[in-house]
């Protein structure tokens, strides 16, 4: 089965969830007065579904391939981009003073949700270009910005990130890629750096590499670390390309999935240095990646909700189809009926429509979040704002990629045998979205991040803003003559309660105890954070099955909330007792 977006229900998230309609009405989103938002929705969705998704098998099953140094992508891959690009895509929200729309984030989330439930590895090359604008938009000096912004906002380049090395992973401390400087205002890096998405392909004539490296008086560990732009072809003065970088991809690696999209281990410096060129100041190359870290983090969730989706579409026209056994109330003598009829595969498909649609709330919200951070014109509200983005977005990363990878296996169960069996593309989505809890940042990293930095925001106050937003929802639920949310009300007022508990503990636990419930409290954050949000869009559409999600979230996913909340507050000596078990 192919891809079609679920656009009346992103649209009902992004107005009534993440707060479209006020974000207009308020006139910080004026670009999106009328009809716009649906209008680029329905297109976008009518490019994903007729151009993009037909690729995904195609590309899991062909995959690139890289010979004599160079990188070809499955066939289709390049006519898809380019048409793509060609149409504005990768322009949507990036500056209108190098060609960008300058929309906002809030849209082109759904739209990346689009792109990469249509073909996950597809999508990421696009992602990363959006990443390298952002830090050369912040950062970059004008001659950097004038060669290279427009071309990379057009989609006519592509730009990648190249962090990691075999030594340096989640810890950029151990980080070895050395630059030197060359006295003309260039540096020359040398180095090798792997799992580098995109590093080298056939999609456009030149790639744009944002490269961290040290310089040979750098302080030690990331206090030392600046950040290049290493582009893979030189630009002329005219803009024209010229001489081949000193840079070379020397392997692609076999992954699990996302097959079509090219990962690389990067060599520069081969033949003396490749050329760079640095991206705001020496040793201050972490700051201009945290620049970017928010929206990278965001674009990574969105990859969790999108395969999600894409399985939720797989297994709902599976269980249409198949028929095994007959319905309870069947006559004897009755033919076999669809599988969607026994209540455990209802509850399977239901389990995966609302943690997907929990998830998309919860992405949309930061989405609005990062928003009004940069177009809020009160200073306060800008702040306010920015650090609801830095609380929700781990909670985003972490729970969105985590139910994807779950949503995605549950797919497979609904299928069955045929669920193992590689052709019918279940599989795929399981093997494609076990990459997005690992990269930019393990979802464990998220929540060491929540525990340790987000929640003492403003004294505490940030956090408890947020929870008191959910309790107004879980009273408004309470309120509502809405038979359909059955016992909605009570089961989120204990998860949202449970979540109070956790959090009061831990701005006063010490950081053993903090550590130890950093994943357990994520998860309870994200049930309330979700489930309320759930709610919110059933109260405001009405709609049957908005009504039974959120109804079914509550009663049968929010339950585990106070479960949780003992493991955090009363599980962290089970954690760190353990550490006797793995001793030598």
Known sequence: MSYRAPVSDMLATLRHVAGLDRLIAEGLAPELEGDLAQAVLDEAARFAA??????????????????????????????????????????????????????????????????????????????????????????????LKETYLAKLISGEWMGTMNLTEPQAGSDLNALRAKAERAGDGTYRITGQKIFITYGEHDLTENIVHLVLARLPDAPAGTRGIS????????????????????????????????????????????????????????????????????????????????????????????????????????PKGAPMSPIIVHPDVRRMLMEMRARTQAARAICYRVAEALDRAHRETDAGQRRAAAERAAILTPV??????????????????????????????????????????????????????????????????????LIAGMRGIVAEVARADAPGLGHAATRLGAAVEALERATEWLLAAGLPEVLAGATPYLKLFALAEGGTGLARKALATRSQADLATARFHAECLATEAPALALTVMEGAGAVTDAAAVFSA
């Open 50 to 143: 007729d151009v993009i998704a037909p690729l995904n098998r195609v590309g899991d099953v062909h995959g690139a391939t890289l010979k004599d140094g160079a990188v070809t992508t499955a066939p289709g891959w390049k006519e898809a981009y380019r048409a793509w690009a060609a149409a504005g895509w990768n322009a949507l929200p990036a500056p209108q003073a190098y060609g960008g729309q300058g929309l906002p984030l809030l849209l082109q989330s759904a739209c990346t949700e689009m792109w990469n439930a249509a073909a996950f590895a597809f999508a990421l090359g696009p992602l990363l270009t959006v990443g390298a604008i952002e830090a050369l938009y912040a950062h970059g000096s004008e001659h």
């Open 227 to 330: 950040l290049f732009l290493v582009p893979k072809y030189l630009v002329n003065a005219d803009g024209s390309l010229g001489a081949h970088n000193d840079l070379r991809c020397a392997g692609l690696e076999h992954k699990l999935g996302i097959h079509a999209s090219p990962t690389c281990t990067m060599a520069f410096g081969d033949k003396g240095g490749a050329i760079g060129w640095l991206i705001g100041e020496e040793n201050r190359g972490l700051a201009c990646m945290f620049t970017m870290m928010n929206n990278a983090r965001l674009n990574v969730a969105l990859q969790g909700v999108a395969i999600a989706e894409r399985a939720c579409q797989q297994a709902l026209a599976f269980a249409h189809e198949r028929r095994q056994g007959t319905a309870l109330d069947a």
């Open 396 to 465: 985003a990363k972490a729970y969105a990629t985590d139910i994807g990878i779950e949503v995605a296996s549950t797919g497979i169960q609904v299928h069955g045998g045929m669920g193992y069996i590689e052709e019918t593309g279940a599989a795929q989505h399981l093997r494609d979205a076990r990459i997005a809890a690992i990269y930019e940042g393990t979802n464990g990293i998220q929540a060491i991040d929540l525990v340790t930095r987000k929640l003492p925001l403003s004294g505490g106050e940030a956090v408890r803003a």
